[in-house]
């Protein structure tokens, strides 16, 4: 019996131990930063990895290399919003099939189907992720989109 509550014990401690130890990998932040993606226009960062869950912050059709929109109309903007957001999910070691969750912000919601042709072509037999869409008054920089997203590995 004695022995059985020793062993009881040290099970209890390695239990409570690990359980703590795991609760503190899942509330440890790491910023996402890369050169690949336009730099925040405001006190945020490109993206928060939480745990195993990363939040990317609004993404808009900003080439990171010129500093200017994409001058292709909306379903430009949308494909360079995908391909910023493509670049913070690689520097988080993820991908495109990673993302759970998007939101979409239309300057024009008269784009809808054109920004859909577009957005469609980003994700692959996985299936797209939930998403809603909201008509705005107006985007930073002028734009017509802005995209943000809710990855998973």
């Known amino acids: 019996m004695k022995r059985f509550l020793i062993i009881?014990?040290?099970?209890?401690?390695?239990?409570?131990?690990?359980?703590?130890?795991?609760?503190?990998?899942?509330?440890?932040?790491?910023?996402?930063?890369?050169?690949?993606?336009?730099k925040p226009v405001g006190p945020y960062s490109q993206a928060?990895?939480?745990?195993?869950?990363?939040?990317v912050a609004g993404q808009i059709g900003l080439d990171p290399k010129t500093g200017k929109l994409d001058s292709a109309g909306i379903q430009g903007q949308t494909r360079q919003a995908l391909q910023n957001i493509y670049s913070v999910l690689q520097a988080a070691d993820?991908?495109?099939?990673?993302?759970?969750?998007?939101?979409v912000?239309?300057?024009?919601i008269r784009d809808f189907d054109l920004m859909n042709k577009e957005y469609a072509t980003y994700f692959d037999a996985v299936g797209p992720p939930?998403?809603?869409?909201?008509?705005?008054?107006d985007l930073p920089k002028g734009a017509g989109i802005e995209i943000s997203v809710i990855a998973i590995k």
Do not use: C, Q, W
């Open 48 to 55: 928060m990895l939480i745990g195993n869950t990363l939040y």
């Open 130 to 137: 939930p998403r809603e869409t909201v008509g705005v008054a």
């Open 8 to 38: 009881s014990g040290v099970l209890l401690v390695v239990t409570f131990t690990f359980a703590f130890i795991n609760k503190g990998d899942r509330t440890k932040r790491k910023v996402i930063f890369t050169e690949n993606a336009p």
């Open 94 to 103: 993820m991908n495109m099939a990673h993302i759970v969750k998007t939101t």
């Open 105 to 108: 912000y239309l300057k024009n």
